[in-house]
T-cell receptor, first 114, second 112 residues
Framework: AQKVTQAQTEISVVEKEDVTLDCVYETRDTTYYLFWYKQPPSGELVFLIRRNSFDEQNEISGRYSWNFQKSTSSFNFTITASQVVDSAVYFCALSGSNDYKLSFGAGTTVTVRA | EAQVTQNPRYLITVTGKKLTVTCSQNMNHEYMSWYRQDPGLGLRQIYYSMNVEVTDKGDVPEGYKVSRKEKRNFPLILESPSPNQTSLYFC???????????FGPGTRLTVL
């Protein structure tokens, strides 16, 4: 069984602060895929990143960066210089190679105050 | 425009009255799936389909049915809805699995 844990329920920061969202996963598969999705207040789910288990390079996209560490089964997400538009619920998700399911964490609500 | 559409977007119904939530994608995706979102639980997978006529249970299939008669459509059927099925439902599709899934706008269902 696969499991994704996002221990932080809510994070509140002031604009321009950095914020890091934790994601810890469990899987027995050697090949697996990790995802981050954003859900803004409007409710839609927006894809942010997909990473496979063989690629441990960190990735940066604008103010977003991701730190994948297989040794600690973590795939953390950092927003640098946060903005009010970053206020959203962020979900980490995991899919393995032996079934066709996508497992989500409970989500972390980020509130960025002006 | 490439998209996943769901209808209706909002639905209030009563216990036991059969309902169908439609899902359609125009991207020729093979994989489609339904999720429900509940506070504190994230999204949980209800059913998925690898291709036409191929469906399987997700983690929370009880009380739901699906069908995949055409590649583009994947309706979710609640034959006898109950209040514990009040939730926000999302349909998603992807080219295959585990390709990135793209989500519809959501359907907010209330069962009284």
């Amino acid at each position: 069984a696969q499991k994704v844990t996002q221990a932080q329920t809510e994070i509140s920061v002031v604009e321009k602060e950095d914020v890091t969202l934790d994601c810890v996963y469990e899987t027995r598969d050697t090949t697996y895929y990790l995802f981050w999705y954003k859900q803004p207040p409007s409710g839609e789910l927006v894809f942010l990143i997909r990473r496979n288990s063989f690629d441990e390079q960190n990735e940066i996209s604008g103010r977003y960066s991701w730190n994948f560490q297989k040794s600690t089964s973590s795939f953390n997400f950092t927003i640098t210089a946060s903005q009010v538009v970053d206020s959203a619920v962020y979900f980490c998700a995991l899919s393995g190679s032996n079934d066709y399911k996508l497992s989500f964490g409970a989500g972390t609500t980020v509130t960025v105050r002006a | 425009e490439a998209q996943v559409t769901q209808n209706p977007r909002y639905l209030i119904t009563v216990t036991g009255k059969k309902l169908t939530v439609t899902c359609s994608q125009n991207m020729n995706h093979e994989y489609m799936s339904w999720y429900r979102q509940d506070p504190g639980l994230g999204l949980r997978q209800i059913y998925y389909s690898m291709n036409v006529e191929v469906t399987d249970k997700g983690d929370v299939p009880e009380g739901y049915k699906v069908s995949r008669k055409e590649k583009r459509n994947f309706p979710l059927i609640l034959e006898s809805p109950s209040p514990n099925q009040t939730s926000l439902y999302f349909c998603a599709s992807s080219l295959g699995f585990p390709d990135t899934q793209y989500f519809g706008p959501g359907t907010r269902l209330t069962v009284l």
